[in-house]
Structures are given as C-alpha cells and as structure tokens.
C-alpha cells in the first residue's frame, strides 16, 4: 500500500523535474546563444556632437553593456591625401561622431525598434543603425521554445501539486480512524501523518535522485541518443548543470512536497 | 478531579443534559447509567473535550473546558486514559505499538515506552500477545489492550464508555477487575458509563443516574 502510494507521489514529481531540466536546459541554450550573437552584435549611432554616456543609460529600453567611441582621426588619415587643405579642415569640421553601442542582452526586434526610437530623440543623433546579420530568426525560434516550457513546466507543477494533494487526501480518509484515535490521545496531526509526511519527503528525494541520474547518464552517453549535429550544439551551447543546478533540481522537489503536504495538514488541523 | 457547574449539552439538535451540577473528587470511582439515548456517552466526551458545551462551566484535571484552546485540549487528552466500547486500537498497529501510542505522545523514547507495554501486557495478562495485530485477538483481549493503553502513561484520570458493552460475562469480570486495582492500588479516579453495574462489585463507588437531562447521584 505505502510502495502503491509511494510510487503515485513519485510519478508526477519526475515528470514535472524532467520538464524542469529541459527548462533549464533551454533557458541556457538561449542564455548562451545570447552572449555569443551579442558578440556580433552592435548598434552604431552617429551624432552631430559628442555623445554623454550617462544621457543613453537614462534611456529605458537601452540595457548599456559598452559605448564605444569610432575615431575620427583613422578614417581622416585614410583620405587626408587625396583631400586639398581647405576641403580637409571643412570635412574635419562637419564628420559626425560615430559610437558603437553593445548591449547587455541580445533583443527582441520588437524591443530593437523601440531602443532605435528612443537613441534618434536623443539630442545630437542623427542616427542609428542596426547590424544583426541573420541571428534575428533563431533567437525569435528559441525564445518561442523557451516560452512554450515555461508554460508547460507551470502546467505540469499544478498537475503535480493536484495529484499530490490528491494522494495526501486520499491518505488522510484512508487513516481517519486512526488519527482520530490519536487526536483522542491528544497526539496532534502532525504526529498522526508522519507516514504520509516520510513518504512525500522521500519520494521527492527519489526522484530528485532519479532526474539527476538521468542527467549524468544522458550526460556520458550522448552518442547513442544523439546524432553529431545534435551533440555539437549541445556542446557548443550547453554547459554542464552546475551544483547549484542540480541543488534546484531537489529543492523544487522537495518544496513542492512540502508545501502540498503540510498545506493538506494544517487545513486538518484547522478543522 | 471533574467539576461540573450548570452544564448544558446538546446532540445533534437535541438538549440532551440540563443544566447539570456535580463533582467528582480524585480517587473516586464513578458509574453513570441511563436508558439508552439518555445523554450519559455524550456526558462522558465532553469530559475530554469531543462534545463541545453548550453552556455552564466544567474543569476536568484543571482544564476549563468552555471554549478550550487546540493546544490545552491535547494536554488535556495527554493526562487522561480513555476505553471505547468498540476499542479504537490502531488495526496498522501492534498490540506494543497500540499501547505504546500514549507514551510516544506523552514524548516517551521507545525503550521507555516498549518496557512500559511489556510491563502492562504482563498486568493485563497479555504478554505472549505483543507482537499480534488487534484482529488478531478476540473482543475480550482487545479490550484488556484498550485498558493496558489507557493505563500507559500512568493517568490520574480514566474514562471508559461501556467498557463490556461487546464482552462475554467472564472478559467483562476482568475488565472490571483490572479497572478496581487501578482505581484501588495506583489511585486513579476512574468514571464509567454503562448500562449495568457488575453485581457484587466488591469496591466503593459513586453512581450518577441520568434522566430526562437531569443528573442524580445515588
């Protein structure tokens, strides 16, 4: 009976810790691709005057990771010779400044054409060009990814939560008799449910333990599951789980346990 | 041990005791009889706090009974040892465990609490019993388990609603036996409902008489 009840508190918690690797996992893939495409990534803005860093942090949309100033003097150098002086001192006199600016994070088109509006009512800004080669439809691809396990994974963590209070109501009519002949004694409900409370911490210790398990298999044997194609971008753009990885790969295991729990406890005891 | 000032309790929709005034002292032994319907299980739970009051005062072991918090109804259930007619032994557990299940609440360790079983087993004459499960036993040896468990954690107070009711002449003897030397030799009060006083009982009690909601001593 307990290995039977053991096994439904079980169930759904790996479920709901598989979808939640596989939304750590994009999250990082995406986080990586992020950084890598910022590298190729900037925005180049030209201006009538010097440019005042501070006046493009005020800027809402503008995550500020670097602003670069493009020097004048190279690019004069280059025609200096084919120029006379006069056309020369007019061009040093009228050649805008040119700033290359790197974002924190790589952005949304949405949120580049925003960032684009507020840098050409910038006083001075005469105005602003994006570079993002091809990178745009990818990144729009994995943020869709992204967003649909979000949503499944918050799907799946209610599904998990209903089941396990489910399982925890079952289990208090099932022992009704029984905790009521401990209240009788003057035994609180705490006291009475330690069997449920034993099985539900245990089982979100298994499967935390079963999920990480998973992982280092999946993790040393990538070659039977995966084509190449598959394994050298999850080389490239997936970094192995870190403790603090797997240590929330438990935790929510185990909170979830606990709080479904104990939640179905002191609505008894409140009775 | 039990004062009882003006109480009114109600079943269900029905009044079943009217304003009742009485005292039991510590050490005595107390039957409470009437009909069937008559109010005197109903009497019993609200000395352990099942059947809340409907009016008046009660103290049981020092507790005030009138809306008695969550926390000093289970100190209160602690200090008491309580018999059902039907048992109410754990069916998950062993005979030990069953009356092991008071001191582990009291915060016994388990050496503690499984010597003290032993020690009750062999009071009730049960001792080759304690590893059997309640189904295990018949209705007479649960019951003696039920009186063992309520004996445990050495209470100063011991309620038992029809204890014999289920038993044959003989279990019912022991039981009434077992509950004479606790009342006689460790000094416990003890207050029984039943419809019939054993004949013969051989030991000084008090007796209530409940009816039509009134409570008198005889």
């Known amino acids: 009976m307990n290995l039977k009840r053991f096994i439904s508190f079980s169930i759904p918690l790996i479920l709901m810790l598989y979808i939640f690797v596989i939304y750590l996992s994009i999250t990082k893939i995406v986080t990586n691709y992020e950084q890598t495409i910022n590298k190729d990534y900037s925005i180049v803005v030209v201006t009538s005057s010097p440019i005042v860093q501070s006046k493009i942090e005020e800027l809402p949309s503008v995550d500020l990771k670097e602003i670069t100033h493009l020097k004048r003097d190279k690019i004069l150098k280059d025609i200096k010779d084919d120029l006379s002086e006069g056309s020369f001192s007019l061009l040093q006199k009228r050649l805008p400044y040119f700033y290359t600016i790197s974002l924190k994070q790589f952005p949304t088109s949405s949120k580049l054409k925003k960032i684009k509006q507020e840098l050409k009512s910038v006083s001075g800004v005469k105005s602003v060009e994006t570079f993002s080669k091809d990178h745009n439809q990818v990144y729009s691809l994995l943020l869709l990814v992204k967003t649909i396990v979000s949503v499944l994974f918050c799907a799946i963590l209610i599904f998990t939560f209903l089941v396990i209070s489910n399982q925890v109501k079952i289990w208090f009519f099932e022992h009704k008799e029984r905790l009521d002949i401990i209240k009788l004694h003057g035994g609180s409900v705490f006291y009475g449910a330690k069997p449920i409370i034993i099985i539900a911490l245990s089982s979100s210790i298994l499967s935390s333990i079963i999920v990480i398990g998973t992982l280092y298999l999946l993790n040393h044997n990538l070659s039977f599951i995966f084509t190449p194609e598959i394994i050298e971008i999850i080389l490239i753009h997936l970094t192995p789980f870190n403790i603090l990885e797997l240590l929330s790969i438990f935790a929510i295991s185990l909170i979830l346990s606990i709080i479904t729990v104990f939640g179905i406890l002191i609505k008894h005891r409140l009775r | ?218």
């Open chain 2, 1 to 218: 041990m039990i004062l009882a000032d003006n109480i009114c309790l109600s079943y269900g929709k029905q009044d079943v005791i009217h304003n009742a005034k009485f005292r039991i002292y510590s050490g005595d032994f107390v039957f409470i009889t009437g009909s069937s319907g008559s109010g005197k299980s109903t009497l019993l739970k609200s000395f352990y706090g099942d059947i809340k009051l409907k009016s008046g005062k009660l103290l049981v072991n020092k507790h005030i009974l009138a809306n008695i918090s969550n926390q000093k109804l289970k100190s209160l259930r602690k200090g008491i040892g309580i018999i059902f007619q039907d048992y109410k032994l754990i069916q998950e557990y062993t005979v030990e465990e069953n009356i092991m299940l008071p001191l582990k609440i009291n915060g016994y360790n388990d050496t503690l609490s499984l010597n003290q079983a032993k020690k009750l087993l062999k009071h009730v004459k049960l001792l080759n019993v304690g590893k059997s499960y309640p189904n295990e036993l018949s209705g007479g040896e649960q019951q003696r388990v039920a009186v063992a468990r309520a004996l445990s954690h050495n209470p100063k107070l011991i309620l038992a609603d029809e204890p014999t009711g289920n038993l044959d002449d003989y279990s019912a003897d022991v039981i009434w036996n077992l509950l004479k030397k606790a009342n006689e030799q460790l000094g416990i009060t003890v207050v029984v409902v039943t419809h019939r006083i054993p004949e013969h009982f051989g030991l000084s009690f008090r007796k209530f008489d409940i009816s039509k909601g009134e409570i008198y001593e005889s």
